[in-house]
C-alpha cells in the first residue's frame, strides 16, 4: 500500500487522486481484459461448436482452456472486487483522518484565541493600574504643591509683618 504525504487538512489530495487514478487504470484494464477474455471464451465456444470432432484429446484441451479462462475471469473479478474495497479503506482512512486534523486545529486555534484574550485581559488590568498610579501621583504632588504655595504665602506674610514691624519702630524713635 502506498504511503501519502500529510498536509494541513488530511492527505495530500494529488498524492490520492493520482493512486486513485492508477486504481482506475488498473481496474479497467482488468475490465478491458476481461472483456477480451469473455469475447475470447464466447469465440473458442463458438469454435467448439462448429467445429465439433470426434476427436477426444481435443475436445479435453477446448475445455481445459475454458477452464484456465473462467478461473482467470474468476480471478479478476476477486481483484477488482479487492482494488474497490481497497479504494474505499483509503478513502475513509483520508476522510477520517482529515476530520482528526480539523478537530485539532480548531482546538489549536481556540487554544491561542483563549490565550490572547488572557493576555489582552492582563494588559488591559496592567494598563487601568497604572493610570491609578498616575492619578494617585498627581493628587499627592498637587497636594504638595498647593502646601508649598500655602508656605510661601505664609511667608510673604510674615515677611511683611515683619516690615510692618520694623516701620512701626522706625517710626517710633
Known sequence: MDKFTKKLYGYDPKQVKSYLDNITSQVENMVTQLKKKDEEIV???NHMMNNITTSEE??????????YYERLENT?????????DTGDQIKE???????????EAKNNA???????????DRTIMSAERLNRSVQRYKERFKTIAINQIREI????????EDRDDDNITVSAS
Open 153 to 160: 504665602e505664609e511667608i510673604e506674610i510674615l515677611e511683611i
Open 76 to 84: 479478476f473479478n476477486r481483484a477488482i472486487l479487492i482494488a474497490q
Open 93 to 103: 482512512m483520508a476522510k477520517k483522518e482529515s476530520e482528526h486534523l480539523i478537530a
Open 110 to 120: 481556540d487554544r491561542i484565541v483563549n490565550s490572547a484574550l488572557n493576555k489582552a
Open 58 to 67: 481435443k475436445m479435453k484441451e477446448l475445455k481445459d482452456k475454458i477452464e
Open 43 to 45: 469465440r473458442l465456444k
